[in-house]
């Protein structure tokens, strides 16, 4: 077999963000640009010889030529197997199931996530390792020197496999095998959860809708709640993955799941209502006039683990994101189990789930999850919802209600300002950073600031230390403002605002979280001096 090693120059700009090296098409295109990042995660596995690589992604656009290259790739250098999904496609959390399930040494995601899909948008890819996780911080950043300094990548002159149909086949030492994406996942979902109990529930007068926004998810649906759980056809909506997302934004959110929202607040809502992100690691969860926040979701779930098989006999502890609601905390402290705080982005989990020490985690951004895998998981939050809902005979509006009367409410918003200019936006971090030191004491928004400072972790598995994870302003009362940049965008910079205060008067449970939160948000604004830097009257997107 002929294998080229092809010399090549560094490009500068890939390190990867919170989830990945995350760039426009355009960029993936330059030539050598997707073969010399691939090349450097390979140089950071240098155990890889003979061992199995998984492979797949959620099917955008520019997935299926990505994936020629990295097959042909991985041949080079010297991957013993490769798992591939029929027509090059896996949703996130599968992925993740399908590493751990066949003790692969890891697995390469194709996908920006909820970004954006089609010749002038998104593409991405990240390595995951052998727990099913995303590469850890100091392995993300053994890839980003690699990138830095690389000279050469190895590829074979083969030609283009089949990925359309299941099978077998040798190239030099590497065995490839097309899989079917979803039965390993189904088969494990319906070890998880009572799928009796929630066949039940769908074959009733219940009525649910998925929304899987054209993204990848909706073959995952289509076999979970139509052909296993007997849900009437049609329960899954959109649901064939197209390579521009049929021109949306899947980011399961009321902005960008509109169509879904807006039937779910109407006179016809079915029971229930969810949608999952391009890539499928996100979920959104409504009732017939109910919105359950991701920061709630993750309480009320860890409150009504026990009516989910898998989870009967207790939890270990729950960890949320940072900027993610104190909701969780509250319920751990009832349940007298363990609660963690971590940074932004899934991969702080790892540790505390490999070690044992949650079993439950959350962010703020849509993603909930569990100890089966090692990502979050849209469609496991989805059954565990509807295991709720099931084992209770309540609504979601009632089961809200009775969380918060229980627990008290967090009132939770975030506004991002998206596509900023990058100095702009340093700039009014610089600003707030500087104020900090004499916050605290203060009075603001009616509330006294307790701290303020640059959120810090140290990982208390490991010991590892990440520094400057986000500006955060806490008040006496529980109430938070926090902002940071994110690190997944793939256009000049976005700053987002996270506000969040805690209400336990059962007359004020039922406010409009946007009224309610006001004063946060006004001086959220001032803190940072917006307006004036950055011309921007209204956020971009408020979820
Ligand atoms: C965003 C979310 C974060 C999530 C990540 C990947 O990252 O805020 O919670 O883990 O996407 O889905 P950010 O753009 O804020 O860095
Ligand atoms: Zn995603």
Redesign the pocket.
Known sequence: MDIATVSTQPFADQRP???GLRKKVTVFQQAHYLENFVQAVFDAIPDRSGKTLVLGGDGRYYNREAIQIIIKMAVANDWGELLIGRQGLFSTPAVSHVIRHYHARGGLILSA?HNPAGPEHDFGIKFNGENGGPASESLTEKIWAGSKTISAYRIARVADIDLDHEHDLQIGTTRIRIIDPVRDYADMMEKLFDFSALARLLQGPFRMRFDALHAITGPYAKEVFERRLGAPAGTVQNAVPLPDFGGGHPDPNLVYAKPLADLMFSEQAPDFGAASDGDG??NMILGHGAFVTPSDSLAVLTAQARCIPAYASGLHGVAR?MPTSQAADVVAQTLGIEHFETP???KFFGNLLDAGRITFCG?E?F?TGSDHVREKDGLWAVLAWLSVLAHSGQSVREILDAHWQRFGRHYYTRHDYEELPSEIAEEMLRGLRAQMPVLPGQLLAGREVQTADDFSYTDPIDGSVSEHQGLRVLFTDGARLIF?L????TAGA?L?VYHEAYERDPAQLQRDPQRYLAPLVQLGKELTRLETLSGRKAPTVIT
Request: proline residues 0%; without cysteine.
């Open positions: 963000g919170t989830s996530s690691d996100r994101s932004t982005g899934w962010e951004s993603g940071r994110s690190g997944t965008g976005t987002r």
